[in-house]
């Protein structure tokens, strides 16, 4: 598809077995990239990193809590101390709950933001430094369809408020470093067939399926691909954008 040879791609929350980053770690191991697998799940980064280094793909481990500024930076100097440069980071770490605003906690709240747009500011942050001393960077977060236009089948306003805060702190961003050569974008996908949507009961499942004029959960596969796409050196002239990916559920 498009060529990484002698990149350096780091994506959170990889070593979820099933999970997206998974597969967006080993899409960008077959384009050629070096890829760091990192997460807080240290059993699943050794399982990531295997897999592809099965597929004959270069992939390199660092444990990361994306909540904490000291094991954030301390993941990013280790990647830099070993490979010396940065060229792409996929914001992928997220977690999800399902519950009701008027049962919702202001833990549960924070909890959400913490993860999901606190670690990716953290993230984000901590490569900046060797992407502006390159001149060059791509930058691409998960944020959700739910970030759009509400969610409500598997997380709650929690989750799809950090999402929609995901967007707009991706163009505010832009507008401050794409003159410099990093761009910052994003994806948004609807249902995907992860273990969520497996855990769901039949019933509920195909009045979610009625939803989706494709009929189906997008893959995981179908999520890297746009990725990939948004991290290239070809889509260099795409900023503060983002594609959504949902088998037609939601348009803008
Ligand atoms: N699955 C879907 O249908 C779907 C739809 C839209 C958006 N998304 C988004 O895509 C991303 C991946 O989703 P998934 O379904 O693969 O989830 P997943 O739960 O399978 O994977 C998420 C990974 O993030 C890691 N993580 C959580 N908190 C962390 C932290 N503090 N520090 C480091 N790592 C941490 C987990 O250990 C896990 O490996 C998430 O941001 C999610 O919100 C998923």
């Known amino acids: 598809m498009f060529e990484f040879d002698g990149q350096v791609v780091i994506v959170t929350g990889s070593g979820s077995p099933k999970g997206i980053g998974r597969t967006i770690a080993r899409t960008f191991a077959k384009q050629g990239a070096t890829v760091v697998i ?3 799940n ?3 980064i050794k399982d990531t990193v295997e ?3 099965a597929e004959g793909g270069k992939a390199f481990g660092v444990p990361v809590n994306v909540t904490s ?7 990013v100097d280790t990647v830099m101390e070993k490979f010396g440069r940065i060229d792409v980071l996929v914001n992928n770490a997220g977690i999800s709950q399902k519950v009701t605003v008027e049962d919702m906690t202001l833990e549960d709240m924070r909890r959400i933001f913490e993860v999901n747009m606190f670690g990716l500011f953290l993230c984000t942050q901590a490569v900046m430094k060797p992407m502006r001393a390159a001149k060059y960077g791509r930058i691409v977060n998960l944020s959700s369809v739910s970030g759009k236009r509400g969610g409500g089948v598997f997380g709650g306003a929690h989750y799809s408020a950090s999402k929609a805060a995901v967007l707009a702190f991706s163009k505010n961003l832009s507008r401050e470093i794409c003159a410099e050569g990093i761009t910052i974008n994003s994806v948004c996908p609807g249902l995907i067939n992860t273990e969520i949507w497996k855990s769901l009961p039949a019933e509920d499942a195909a009045k979610v399926i009625d939803g989706i004029p494709m009929g189906r959960p997008g893959e995981t596969q179908e999520v890297a691909n746009a990725i990939v796409f948004l ?11 983002e594609i959504d990916i949902n088998g037609g559920s939601h348009m803008d």
């Open 38 to 40: 990192t997460d807080m």
């Open 231 to 241: 991290a290239s050196k070809e889509a260099s002239y795409i900023t503060g954008e």
């Open 51 to 53: 897999v592809i280094e």
């Open 69 to 75: 500024p000291e094991s954030v930076q301390k993941m």
């Open 42 to 44: 240290e059993a699943g």
